[in-house]
Nanobody, 115 residues
């Protein structure tokens, strides 16, 4: 069965950086993976994905500031977050894509960006 463990969240000042990690199991790597962001009171939204050939896509809100990458030997996906803004606050989830095939969500990791 599929499983992920997200880590790396925390409290950071605006303009700071964080690196999130997602340890995945239950699938053969490399596998299409995505990071979702859920702002308090809002729906979860896909902000970054990585597919075959390490092809990456980003939401406009994070493009140029966030970088998704992976280490296939460790079955781990990363999200490097730079130039953080208060609107980046929320819970970050890593999951398998396409999401409708798996519909799996871990516990997520909380990021709080203070102004």
């Amino acid at each position: 069965q599929v499983h992920v463990v997200e880590s790396g969240g925390g409290l950071v000042q605006a303009g700071g950086s964080l690196r999130l990690s997602c340890a995945a199991s239950g699938v053969i790597f490399p596998h299409d993976m995505g990071w979702y962001h859920q702002f308090p009171g809002k729906q979860r939204a896909l902000i970054a994905s990585i597919a075959g050939g390490d092809r990456t896509t980003y939401a406009r809100s994070v493009e140029g500031r966030f970088t998704i990458s992976r280490d296939n030997a460790k079955n781990t996906v990363y999200l490097q977050m730079d130039s953080l803004k208060p609107e980046d606050t929320g819970v970050y989830y890593c999951t398998f894509l396409p999401v409708y095939d798996y519909n799996y969500w871990g516990q997520g990791t909380q990021v709080t960006v203070s102004s």
